[in-house]
């Protein structure tokens, strides 16, 4: 049965055949004298290279095509078909091994991009793959060409191992389109840069090259290391993929310093390769090394434009301050917030955050500065809106020596948490059944109307329901709470709406009038009395029942405290009380 490949994965099983099969068959003709090993073999990087980038159900594929290359370029070069057939499994071997050991870690940024995948790509690039190959591609040579075995398999090694280093990462790049979109996102100047750069790695190495009488090996590194901080790892890839060329081609020809060792040909070809291997040793993890950081600083810019977009978005201000207390960095909804832009607050300290809290701000500033264990907060009122609500919570960036710390202070609107927060407190002084202020309620309001009062013109009611013990008694605690209701609605229906009303407990009411005088509180008083008296009660929808109150009144006067004034208006409400219930007294 023929083997078939899928018309959407002909286009990549074309580029791997017809680039391997170039490839290959340049570097047997200019490593190789057609019988042994060729001294550099670049072709399985391209198989390498495509393998990773594609899913691997589509790997049959490429080492198919692969291998018919292998045979194609060797057929032509040496003129046999039995060692190229061998030679094309050897190398199918390779490129499969080195694939399936590079897949599962391989980065979606590419290879090489970190220092930890480095020693990965070179235990399986540099060791594995062209160890298990190297055996075969030896066995092969030494039947099929009369080949030494141990010097065609070190040569074998040598040879793949060096191409799969330099030129895997450069291919990989290149099909995965790296190289242009670098090219295209870099200004006129950068691109003018990078191309001269390469020209000066170009010219260095030839120039090396050229001369077989001094040792200068060392100044070929000078412009790849310019080059690999200039340009990242994408221009270290090229930049050493230059240099294994000319190197290659220069022994080859036997040009370079390298000649200056006598000791023939394979030896002096060995020497050229240990020499590209220490090369790329010594850039690969600079390189690598880089790549990483200009990945971390990417992501820390990413990252602080995230906080900078969400804190913009959201109801928080964050603000850096020196020792000193003065702003020197300012993210987030400033405007929103404090009113103000981000640099008007540039350089400003906690008077322009908050006049009126400066003092306390300062404080917790300098607390957390002497004292870094723990964080500090200070709620405050927004400058340019009294109804909205801040906190400001303070920590201490640590520092490599203490006079360097910084700290941060996170503004949040935390108006919402107020509002529930006086809403849980409203709750706790509302009585539930008749909606007025409870006993705490009515205390703490009654003394802040007294501590505003001016002397004489505020009144307290105390209000007891006429035999209310009677009404629990015969008709049931719902009929009592039914009449308390009852008697709460007539309160607020003829009370002022800044007049204050609470229920202290049972059938016990208070109210404080204020800015009233005695005529007038008296009249308010009577006018509830007669009100309840008259209007009866419904219990049901057939039954009702007639009530009446009785009211004490005693007014403050300078001095007194609520105590003192309650006292005085019970005193009253004992003598309504006496006189027969349902009339309003006052001490």
Known sequence: MLYRVEPRLLPKVLIAGLLYFALAAITITLTSNGNDIATLWPANAVLVALMLLAPRQTWRSILVAGFLANIAANVVTRNSIIGPALFGISNMVEVFIVAWGLHAAISKDGILRRPTSLWRFLFWAGLAGPACSSVLGAATAWIAFDQPFMTAMITWYIADSLGLIVFAPFFFALFRGDFIHCFRSRTAIERWETLALQGLVLATTIGVFQVNHLPILFLVPLPIMLVTFRRGWLGTKMAVMIVAIVVTVSTVRGSGPIMLADMGDLPQVFFSQFYLAALLMMQMPVAAALASRAELIEQLAKSEESVHVLAEQSDILMLTLDRSGQFTKVVGAAQRMIGKTEAELLGMSFEALAPATGEKLASAFKDVIADDSFDQAIEFIAPYNPRHWREAKFRVLEADQLANHEVVITVQDITDRKQREGELVAQAHVDDMTGLLNRAGFTDKAQRQIAHARDGDLYLVMIDVDRFKLINDNLGH?????????????????????????????????????????????????????????????????????????????????????????????????????????TAVSA
């Open 478 to 582: 719902a009929s009592g709470d039914a009449v308390l209701t009852a008697i709460a609605q007539q309160m607020k229906s003829h009370l002022r709406s800044d007049d204050t009303i609470g229920r202290l407990g049972g059938d016990e009411f208070a109210i404080i009038l204020s800015h009233v005088d005695k005529d007038q509180a008296y009249e308010a008083c009577n006018r509830l009395v007669a009100s309840v008296a008259k209007t009866p009660v419904a219990l049901s929808k057939d039954k009702s029942v007639n009530v009446n109150i009785s009211c004490g009144m005693a007014r403050w006067h300078r001095g007194e405290n609520l105590e003192k004034l309650k006292h005085n208006a019970d005193m009253a409400l004992y003598e309504a009380k006496r006189r027969g219930r349902n």
